[in-house]
């Protein structure tokens, strides 16, 4: 029965259920927005090692912040059940792309591109996915993809480790180190994201099998496909991204998703960088209500959310029995003979239509290196450090302009007087520890433009309508300088 609320959440339908979770579209009263709900079973939470677990780590994946990242919003518990609530998205999932037709190199590079840098983002943040798919890939309603469901699969993975159920992933979509039950790290996301490029390229999945684990024994034994024997037009450098991405060895494949990315835009565009400003470009409009191309008539809002998580919940094959306690010598792979159907939990049949992508709206350029201001840090210098009743204080200079904050509890930094046009604040603390004062420049703010002109320019950047390009956003702390203060040795 679906609940008439979760939290402060008010729930409104259900969107899909599977094994691992259930996911509901609701309304946030607190922000006046719809957002997705998942719900994980609450028999999870009797075993405190779980509750521990996903609070830390759903909390960790909540702090990923990145214009390719579904967010998070809010974790929490109602009646013993976890959950976590999400942006809701209205587009459809890159596996209903898929099932249109094939894409070109050109727009899959531009598509990988944007994922890639994510993935890098998430990677560095110390966040593997484990679980990436064409179902797990998003869109909002303005054509831009996202990645959903970040350590999902590693949340079940803790819970079923209770229980010594096995391996969590998808079978179609699994590196071989994972379907092996080893350690994983960020080139097992190059792995899954080198299938998701085979896929939409040829419309199809590398691999197909009877079951679920033959799909698994053939990642883990069998070559890589050679893709140009299923769509010969392409160049042989797209194959050889595909294998580098997808090597049974670890070791041999692309070091990062940036440099797959890297690679796949030198086969589609003779470049390593993709000759426009913004991955999706093309894409743009499509999932707004253009009247033009097949792909317009994918997007019926929330009926393709429905759609799509519905698909991911229900056809996510999240247990594969066994695999931790099975060796590879000890398998047995299968016939060769292909099947006359594709395994769950996701059946891509090929077409031989290719999916065209509309220009019908184009963003502006990124501004050149030259337009770009320079983003400065402020020089901060100690000038005196003396003993006063036993309390410490150093007294440190800094631009007349700049902001200064302490970074820790107890100690504090206030002004004494000026320099010439630099300032003199008095660092103190009760005790004798050494601390961080985070010292920054003002950073000019942006002249404000219009909503079309806005519109123009990815999320981390803003137009500048004198230049007539898009002018990145720095980072928040791009122009501040955090300086040690060392308030140990006063004894007088």
Partial sequence: MTPKKIGRYEIRSELGRGGMATVYRAYDPSFDREVAIKVLPREFMHDPQFRDRFQREVKTIALLEHPAIVPVYDVGEDDGMPYFVMRYMPGSSLSDWIEKGRFTLQDTARLIERLAQALGYAHKKGVIHRD??????????????????????????????LTGSGIIGTPAYMSPEQAQGEDVDGRSDVYGLGVIVYQMLSGR??????????????????????????????????????????????????????????????????????????????????LAGSSGGRMGAVIGGVVILIALVGVFLLRNQLFVPAVTATPVSSLTPLPTTEPTQEPSPVAIQPTSEVVSLPTEVELAPVCPADVIPPISK???????????????????????????????????????????NRVLIACTGKELFSFDVKVCNPQTVPTPVSEADAARCEQDSNYDSANQCCMPVPEPDAACTIFQVDLRGCSN
């Fill in 378 to 420: 402020p020089t901060v210098r100690e000038t005196n450090k003396d003993c006063i009743v036993k309390l410490p204080f150093t007294t440190l200079s800094i631009p007349k302009d700049a902001t200064y904050e302490s970074q820790r509890d107890g100690f504090t930094c206030s002004k004494t007087g000026t320099n010439g």
């Fill in 205 to 286: 999945q590398p691999y197909s099998a009877d079951t679920p684990m033959g799909v698994v024994v053939k990642h883990i034994t069998e070559p890589v496909p050679e893709i140009l024997k299923v769509t010969p037009d392409l160049p042989i450098e797209a194959d050889l991204v595909i294998k580098t991405a997808m090597a049974k060895n670890r070791s041999k494949r692309f070091a990062t998703t940036s440099d797959l990315a890297r690679a796949l835009n030198k086969a589609a565009f003779g470049t390593e960088g993709s000759p426009s400003s913004s991955t999706l470009s093309r894409m743009r409009g499509t």
């Fill in 132 to 161: 990436l798919k064409p179902d797990n890939i998003l869109f909002d309603s303005n054509g831009n993809p996202f990645i959903s469901d970040f350590g999902v699969a590693k949340f079940s993975e803790a819970a079923t480790n």
